[in-house]
């Protein structure tokens, strides 16, 4: 099956501004992930969105994290106030129903500066 | 809290050794579990999927097992190629209370190397 596509591939930002990952899922999966990873460490979940509306969250995605689909299509994260530790590769992830694969997209580098 | 954990961190082989990866989770009330791979600064491929049910999954040269009761599961390489080198993840879904749809858990990966 196709992996998701996400935009933009890298992004540079300054400390404090806000940022917005973008996701298209190919296909009419129901169920979409956001899960990040800084460097040299694992890969965490972030939120899990499901009926367009968040079905389970981290205790990572704060107030300054929100997702949403805005189009039916297009799945977005949000990052209201960019933080030095916000840096990380972002990761959009899509699965359809049962207990079935999830597949990744190519991820988003995030640099706040 | 689900762990999930990987052995060895890191592994160097020579090209066409035949070679075993290691992941083991705290939480053996899994879905399923997933195996990735990552390279450098890219996504996670997904590999195979073994379902809770199953005891295992070929791919290729590939082979996952998975013993849910001792909360394990092994990716064994057939005749390794240095195109495999590359991070390996591994990842669960369940465990600790979690749902069919929920999040996967990831352990910290192990880092392949396979040189001519």
């Known amino acids: 099956e196709p992996e998701v596509t996400q935009t933009p591939s890298h992004q540079v930002t300054q400390m404090g501004q806000e940022v917005i990952l973008r996701c298209v899922p190919i296909?009419?999966?129901?169920?979409f992930y956001w899960y990040r990873q800084i460097l040299g460490q694992k890969v965490e979940f972030l939120v899990s969105f499901y009926n367009n509306e968040i079905s389970e969250k981290s205790e990572i995605f704060d107030d300054q994290f929100s997702v949403e689909r805005p189009d039916g299509s297009n799945f977005t994260l949000k990052i209201r106030s960019t933080k030095l530790e916000d840096s990380a590769m972002y990761f959009c992830?899509?699965?359809?129903?049962?207990?079935?694969?999830?597949?990744f997209g190519q991820g988003t580098r995030l640099t706040v500066v | 809290k689900q762990e999930v954990t990987q052995i060895p961190a890191a592994l160097s082989v020579p090209e066409g050794e035949n070679l075993v990866l290691n992941c083991s989770f705290t939480?053996?009330?899994?879905?399923?579990l997933q195996w990735f791979r990552q390279d450098p600064g890219k996504g996670l491929t997904s590999l195979l999927l073994i379902q809770s049910s199953q005891r295992e999954q070929t791919s290729g040269r590939l082979n996952a097992s998975l013993d849910k009761s001792s909360g394990r599961s092994t990716l064994y390489i057939a005749a390794s190629q240095p195109g495999d080198s590359a991070t390996y993840l591994c990842?669960?879904?369940?465990?600790?209370?979690?749902?069919?749809?929920?999040?996967?858990?990831f352990g910290q990966g192990t880092i392949l190397t396979v040189h001519p």
């Open positions: 990842a669960v879904r369940g465990g600790a209370g979690g749902t069919s749809y929920g999040k996967l858990t």
């Open positions: 296909s009419n999966h129901l169920y």
């Open positions: 992830a899509r699965r359809g129903q049962g207990a079935r694969e999830a597949f």
């Open positions: 939480d053996s009330a899994i879905y399923n």
